[in-house]
């Protein structure tokens, strides 16, 4: 029985679970990360929250619906553009997997910074970059000014510039080729 807050707060603390699952779907398609974020977009369509009794089942759930209405798209769109592999030269556009592998890193940094920050300031930092919500709205709903609601939002900012900081620099370089 999630209100908004908790469900973005689920959806970031999954988001790696949510990726893993989708890479194995996908069978390794560059477009995890678009059917991820499709897949929170509708989690924040849903107007009646308080009958999820499972978050983490209702994320998988929406991500394999996701996935089932975009190879429907996918199906209806290209049935007639099939040519064959002989005719095609393939190039692929991928994301490097070295890139791919420091992006992850980059998340999994940012998620630790943000889950390091105290409750006040975790909380009015992801109602208001991932809850979509304005100050205004944060301060009501956390019963305090717009003001402390500005200070919590920018302290949490300074907290995950800090914590990432210190995360980049106790991270070893990347080997260039």
């Known amino acids: 029985m999630p209100n908004r807050a ?38 924040t369509q849903v107007s009646n929250l308080s009958r999820i009794e499972n978050p983490r089942a209702f994320l998988l759930t929406t991500a394999q619906n996701v996935l089932r209405d975009r190879y429907r ?3 209806a769109r290209s049935g ?13 556009d991928a994301v490097p997997a070295d890139q791919l592998v420091e992006a992850r890193e980059r ?18 930092f992801l109602l208001f970059h991932f809850g979509e919500r304005s100050q205004s709205e944060i301060a009501a709903e956390m019963s305090c000014s717009v003001s402390l609601v500005e200070k919590l939002v920018r302290g ?20 260039s080729a």
């Open 80 to 92: 007639q553009n099939h040519v064959g592999l002989d005719d095609v030269e393939l190039v692929s």
């Open 6 to 43: 908790e469900l973005c707060q689920h959806f970031c603390a999954h988001v790696a679970m949510l990726e893993r699952y989708l890479v194995r779907r996908l069978n390794g398609s560059p477009d995890v990360e678009d059917v991820a974020q499709e897949t929170f977009l509708r989690l």
């Open 73 to 75: 798209r996918f199906s």
């Open 156 to 175: 949490a900012r300074q907290g995950v510039q800090q914590r990432l900081a210190k995360l980049e620099r106790g991270r070893p370089l990347p080997i």
């Open 107 to 124: 998340l999994r940094f940012f998620e630790d910074a943000v889950y390091t920050l105290p409750e006040d300031q975790r909380r009015a």
